[in-house]
Nanobody, 121 residues
Framework: QLQASGGGLAQAGGSLNLSCAVSGRTVSTYAFAWFRQAPGKEREFVVF????????VYADSVKGRSSISRPYGKNTVSLQMNGLTPEDTAVYYC????????????????WGQGTLVTVSS
């Protein structure tokens, strides 16, 4: 019910826009988040957005250079990432869960398949 896309190869300092297509009435009423997982590392919280889109929480690692949006009436959640660095290289996953904020993967019930972001220096 979640389909992530938009990953690819970018140069350091560049930008990417990740998108998560949402289907299914139940999922569309949940809050959403993006996580990422670099090779050999644990899955890491990136950003959260509430069901209404009115509340967002960013990880310190992306704060100030990323923006999550959930346009009203559209079944997509987008993540714009700017000022990319090689440290942003990871598989990015969108996730849907219950309305209250959490940065723990265990708090999310639905996951997309992931989209790979590779940033070259």
């Amino acid at each position: 019910q979640l389909q992530a896309s938009g990953g690819g190869l970018a140069q350091a300092g560049g930008s990417l826009n990740l998108s998560c297509a949402v289907s299914g009435r139940t999922v569309s009423t949940y809050a959403f988040a993006w996580f990422r997982q670099a090779p050999g590392k644990e899955r890491e919280f990136v950003v959260f957005i509430s069901w209404s889109g009115g509340s967002t929480v960013y990880a310190d690692s992306v704060k100030g250079r990323s923006s999550i949006s959930r346009p009203y009436g559209k079944n997509t959640v987008s993540l714009q990432m700017n000022g990319l660095t090689p440290e942003d290289t990871a598989v990015y996953y969108c996730a849907a869960g219950h309305p209250h904020y959490t940065n723990s993967p265990s708090g999310y019930d639905y996951w997309g398949q992931g989209t790979l972001v590779t940033v070259s220096s």
